[in-house]
């Protein structure tokens, strides 16, 4: 009895946050971490470990940490180290001069005024060299938590709970899941637009501006949101387009909000990351005076891969400076990123460079990291464009791989039966009896009619193999059980 | 021209965040800033420096970190150092337990698996120690990044967008201000009830249900905000409170939500910390059994004081573990608390004992923190009570003390020809004519006629001192002006 008076019931949640539970991917999560529990227990499956091949954790798959930051981060959190020998000189130096910039140069504290002077100079002078030497204020730049979470709180801002019509917000389709949460938890409306899976996921100016328009009928659109290096798709964006997506969202008057988490992976053959930055202020004058933009990166999806530091930062152009930073200094207790997030850019947007003693392990490690990306991504797309039914596109840059899998007439009623999406059944199927977690096409936006998979780069050379040839191996058995 | 044309600036501002900017606090924090800033340039002042007396954040103003604590970080950021000889042998040999329990042994993965398990398990141990051994599940422990972001997080899930009635939240007053912001975010209606200051600050139960059958006239009321130690009042419930607190939020089915953020910082003769968990349990059935209860910790100010790390947790009575859970895994993105701040709470949790060779250096950096608070305490007290026209209650726990000050007639309409509140009209004559930044009793809500200040006992005992006696001689000097 006395449950039914309680105010915190799964009855009585939320309903535009009970609404972000239904997603596919997470009720898979849920039950691999169920299938985990049961193993442990001792019961009997067909397989002995759950594998998982969807999350882009790399640490957590077993990849290894950059030396020289690791090194920083210690010796800011136990200064005592700098002391003892156990450390290359440069890290010593770099650690002792970042100490000093902290405020009561500890990481305990907030570091509020680490973060607005040296930290954000630090980033600004990281950008200007990303960007061709394109001058950047430190103003501009922002430190901050993680991304998606940043991201949620700028979108929040363009939000009006007092207008007749929500704010719109584009995004594309495939994308990444935790986009459309972000727009789902402030109150907006998404607004797909199909990237090309026949152009190997390029983005298509004009499909955009047709989402825009069907769009208009039902919200305001206010933003344009563009992921580069593409999540799930690993497409990386050619100058032309981008060129296009600038133009687009000036004529439109779009705020353009450029997700560029994955900007140090990229590995395809002759793929370069370019910043939606850097192509609009070469445009110059008016679209580099006018067009706003907003770009983010993140330490989770960097060369370090360190999603537990959570933190990254965004840069802004054509931005009121008062508006970002001042929501920021306002909601401090909120939104304050971590300190060892915090430490880790700093060491990072400023790297050892040829005369340190770090320089060497440094650059090996960055280049084993895209060296081992590349290699799976090649034996991601050769196992798959061997199987009959299976086709991948090219993976330049990032840490998935996005193949189309096509699903018999009959596997396609079964799941309807089940009030499934097909390629989560498929999911579903394969996780329960091989074990193997990937994603289902549904939680990322897909063509209507098209299913697919979305699988990671993170997990070792030998267990994405074995687990590439599996799913090949399942699926085909799948098929022709369902035919 | 263009910039009418911006989809994002001051003017579009989504309003109910807009709302959060006109905080006097952040206010002053803005003008300390720009004086700051100014001092730096050369500016002339009638100060050389801004002296920070309203933030609680303690290794910020110079109080040292706990070593023990540092040193499993360091170890587990870099476990190199675990062969150098360089770190106590239960260090070693607990970091090597940690890194062993981390998803991929790391601390740049996401780590969920650790949070679910072994950290869970650690807190939960830690909480049956504090409360007498009362048992507690690990599946009622949620650790989280920074607290008020998890209450916000709560709270949102208790708000319903569509329902004709608000969810209303009862709040302290005074109390810390970032309660009062996580309600506004997620769109609740604050309803204040007041301490009784005339009582040392003691909660009043019949205040709260005076405030409550206010609010049941303009929303509906769900959740009860209880902040034990106090902030800013620095005071500490008393079980029979306690009891009759719980007592209330059964009979008027309301959520408890215990903010003990500061339960490692009692100091106060004779007074001790009693969770509210302890509490509930005791009184046993029927009421252990059904009312509902989340109950916060955090490592910001806790007896590390570790605010960078951002990370906390919380435990839950009576509420669907499933709801609370099941929304942390489905945003993982967004919620996932920062690795070391994991990792901290599992060597928290879990202290060394007196056989460890780091025992006795922790006991007595333990022993520090709190004699120092103790000191600055009793010298605040005492500075305030011996000037005419300031009252300070006892200052039991936390680190703010929270004085009264009578402010002239003259002043008040000064303050009122300028639009401002008149303890903030005082704190900004002081900032520009000392450099010394207190907060506010405005921001911290208190009963109307009446005037406080915010003063955090985190500056150096010397730099308190100075400050101490520099306010009064100020508030002497502007009761004489505004006379």
Same sequence: chains 1, 2.
Avoid at 255 to 268: N, P, S
Avoid at 288 to 297: M, N, T, V
Avoid at 345 to 352: F, H
Wanted: charged share 20%; hydrophobic share 40%.
């Amino acid at each position: 009895m006395a449950s039914l008076d309680r105010v915190c019931t799964l009855r009585s949640v939320n309903p535009s946050i009970w609404a972000l539970r239904g997603h596919s991917l997470g009720v898979l999560l849920d039950r691999a971490r169920d299938i985990r529990r049961k193993l442990a227990q001792g019961v009997e499956k067909p397989f002995q470990v759950v594998t998982d091949c969807q999350a882009g954790d790399l640490q957590a798959a077993g990849s290894p940490s950059c030396t020289f930051l690791r090194q920083v981060l210690a010796a800011c959190t136990y200064p005592e180290l700098l002391g003892t020998g156990e450390l290359p000189t440069d890290v010593c130096q770099r650690a002792r001069c970042i100490l000093q910039e902290l405020d009561g140069s500890s990481i305990g504290s907030y570091n509020l005024t680490f973060l607005e002077g040296p930290l954000s100079r630090s980033v600004a002078g990281f950008l200007e060299r990303r960007d061709g030497g394109l001058p950047c204020s430190p103003l501009d730049v922002m430190p901050c938590g993680p991304t998606c979470k940043a991201i949620a709180d700028i979108l929040n801002m363009l939000m009006d709970g007092e207008a007749l019509l929500k704010t719109g917000v584009l995004l594309p389709a495939p994308g990444p899941p935790v986009l459309a949460e972000a727009v789902a938890l402030v109150g907006g409306v998404e607004l797909r637009y199909q990237l090309d899976e026949e152009r190997s996921w390029a983005l298509d100016v004009d499909e955009v501006e047709r989402a825009l328009k069907e769009g208009r009928a039902r919200c305001r659109p206010k933003v344009l949101c563009v992921v580069n290096p593409g999540n799930p798709t690993g497409q990386v964006l050619s100058r032309e387009t981008m060129e296009g997506v600038i133009l687009l969202a000036a004529r439109e008057r779009l705020l353009l909000l450029a997700d560029e988490a994955y900007q140090d992976l990229v590995f395809g053959p002759g793929c370069r990351f370019l910043s939606f930055r850097r192509v609009l202020l070469e445009l110059g004058p008016p679209l580099a005076h006018s067009l706003q933009l907003i770009s983010f990166a993140s330490l989770s999806s960097g060369l370090a891969a360190e999603c537990g530091l959570r933190a990254g930062f965004f840069d802004i152009v054509n931005v009121d400076r008062t508006l970002l930073s001042g929501l920021y200094n306002q909601l401090t207790g909120m939104s304050v990123p971590p300190s060892l997030g915090l430490v880790a850019q700093r060491a990072l947007s400023d790297p050892p460079g040829p005369q340190d003693p770090s320089y060497l392990r440094f650059a090996q490690e960055k280049q084993a990291v895209l060296r081992a990306l590349a290699e799976k991504a090649r034996l991601t797309e050769g196992v798959f464009n061997q199987a009959p039914g299976i086709r991948c596109n090219p993976v330049q840059g990032a840490v998935y791989s996005f193949p189309r899998i096509s699903l018999p007439a009959r596997a396609l009623e079964r799941a309807q039966a089940l009030g499934l999406d097909p390629d989560f059944f498929f999911c579903q199927c394969l996780l329960e009896e091989t074990g193997i977690l990937v994603g289902p096409g549904c939680s990322f936006g897909q063509a209507p009619g098209t299913y697919h998979l979305r699988l990671s780069l993170a997990p070792p050379l030998k267990t994405l193999s074995r687990a590439l040839r599996a799913v090949t191996l399942f699926y085909s058995s799948f098929v022709e059980e369902n035919s």
